[in-house]
């Protein structure tokens, strides 16, 4: 049976980083705005509460990963999962968010109604599967964007006759164990690369299989720059200086990566060369046939993953998988590879807004029919910001200036007395371009229809650069001309006549 609605200001669909982190402004740059958070897990966390298996980490550093207004106070700037939800329940703690949130509700459907200038949010209790109603005045999705249920993993041929266990990263068992097993890792992408060289310590014989190489960078864990800066200065102060140099060696990277893909990609490479021994075909297993950033560079903290193959722990095999047997899995080359226990660690499904079917005024949203604005909303629809983060730096830089905007774009609003702020798209015939350009990685190819479109001119296009688009989002005019305001006079007497909003039990 569903509940009366709760009428709050802004509702929050998510409460991993970007959701408690967007709480956390509205805290502190909104303190006249009631809001609540939707999450369906039973803990917040998002990614970091979701993914259990072994060496789970950050893939940046945690002075561009965290908060702008948390410095990151571990040592490790490389940090392990645990460590990172930790750091969100602070934050949560912190900023007096927890009781905001409401665990275990999975929002189903979110309608604009332009009667009452209001978002209409069914959720449904995931323990017990009643319907809980929420009314909005702004909607703010934090939700990711991959499938929280089901990562991605292809067909293999022969599944059903292997006699070991298949596990996907994503669904990872409790206590399982992998001393002395033989354990065969699909894939070489960031979470491979984490699992492998754990696994292996913790006396697994892992073998790394790969259709095609990855670009591997190792840094230390523990960053030699902020562990001399916080020697000498404030925890905020050396956070703060530690971030700004981060940022901007991130910018310098993706820069020299895209000017000068074939040096940056042979440095790399060398990297790999003189990290590794002899005996290892460098050539064959290091590198890729793309360029440098045309997909995420896997960090590899401390050389750990090159440490488990020159200690003969791991292996790197290069070849296409025919079909699985009953003891392992049979290549093309005609090789085969014995295994106890296959890992699927294949990749992740992007979906939009969580799943959540969007609708305004009941008709049906095709986010992949609509322009994304400023990087943060949608055309001609009302209300309604979303958070996506960069796949050329830390996806946490994003959510701030995202934030930011949203608290700027409500004080506006305040402003002009208006209830209702829309990007309209003035260019009906503007090309429908990639939401992400110049990025291969199988998870964005595979979602090209369901992702919002790119135009060709500002403020229609997502620009994958945090220097220019901290501007726009911080400093920039937010009443631009595209961006509509109004308060129509039906939908204003509406609003006066309902009763007081309330805060988020």
């Known amino acids: 049976m569903a509940q009366a609605e709760t009428t709050i200001d802004v509702l929050i669909v998510g409460a991993g ?3 408690i982190g967007a709480a956390a402004h509205l805290t502190m740059q909104c303190p006249n705005k009631s809001y609540a958070i939707v999450e369906q897990r039973a803990d917040m966390g998002g990614t970091w509460d979701l993914f259990r298996y072994p060496g789970i980490r950050s893939d ?10 948390k410095p990151w106070l571990h040592e490790k700037t490389i940090a392990d999962g645990p460590s990172i939800h930790e750091y969100v329940h602070e934050t949560a703690e912190e900023y007096g968010i927890s009781p905001h949130i409401h665990f275990g509700h999975k929002v189903i459907s979110a309608n604009w109604s332009s009667a009452d200038a209001r978002w209409h949010i069914t959720a449904k209790v995931v323990d017990g599967g009643a319907e809980r109603r929420f009314a909005a005045r702004f909607l703010f999705m934090c939700a990711g964007y991959y499938d929280y249920d089901q990562g991605y993993k292809p067909d293999f041929a022969g599944e059903a006759d ?6 996907h990263p994503q669904h990872w068992p409790k206590d399982l164990d992998y001393a002395g097993k033989k354990v065969t890792v699909i894939g070489s992408g960031a979470t491979a690369v984490t699992i492998v060289p754990v696994m292996a310590e913790q006396g697994a014989q892992v073998t790394m299989l790969q259709r095609s190489p990855t670009y591997m960078v190792s840094r230390p864990a523990i960053d030699p720059f902020s562990k001399f800066v916080r020697k000498i200065l404030p925890e905020k102060l050396a956070y703060a200086l530690t971030r700004w140099r981060n940022i901007n060696m991130q910018r310098f990277t993706y820069w020299y990566a895209r000017r000068n893909p ?6 790399l490479v060398n990297m790999a060369r003189e990290a590794l021994p002899a005996s290892v075909d460098v050539d064959t297993h290091f590198v890729p046939k793309y360029g440098p950033w045309e997909q995420r560079l896997c960090l590899i903290p401390d050389s750990n993953m090159f440490t488990a193959i020159t200690e003969g722990k791991a292996e790197v095999v290069t070849d296409h998988i025919d079909h699985f047997t009953k003891t392992g899995i049979q290549l093309k080359s005609g090789k085969h590879i014995e295994s106890d226990i296959i890992i699927t660690a294949t990749g992740l ?10 609708s305004v005024d009941g008709k049906a949203v095709n986010f992949g029919e609509h322009f994304n604005y400023k990087g943060v909303m949608f055309n001609d629809i009302p209300n309604f910001a979303s958070v996506f983060g960069y796949i050329n730096a830390s996806w946490t830089l994003k959510t701030d200036i995202v934030a930011d905007y949203v608290c700027r774009l409500l004080w506006k609003m305040d402003d002009k007395n208006a209830l209702v702020a829309t990007p ?9 371009l990639p939401f992400v350009t110049d990025f291969s990685s199988g998870y964005f190819a595979r979602s090209f229809d369901k992702l919002p479109k790119n135009g060709d001119r500002h403020p229609w296009r997502v620009l994958q650069n945090y220097a220019a688009e901290k501007k726009i989002l911080t400093q920039d005019p937010v009443d631009d001309g595209v961006m509509v305001f109004s308060a129509p006079q039906y939908t204003r007497a509406h609003s006066e006549n309902t009763e007081t909003l309330i805060a988020a039990e």
Do not use: C, W
């Open 349 to 358: 499904n992007l979906v939009t807004m969580g799943k959540t079917a969007i």
């Open 60 to 69: 940046s550093d945690m002075h561009t990963l965290g908060y702008r207004f």
């Open 162 to 167: 292997f006699g070991g266990q298949i596990i």
């Open 424 to 432: 309209v798209l003035d260019d009906p015939n503007m090309p429908k």
């Open 262 to 267: 074939a040096k940056l990609g042979e440095k």
């Open 17 to 19: 980083l970007s959701g």
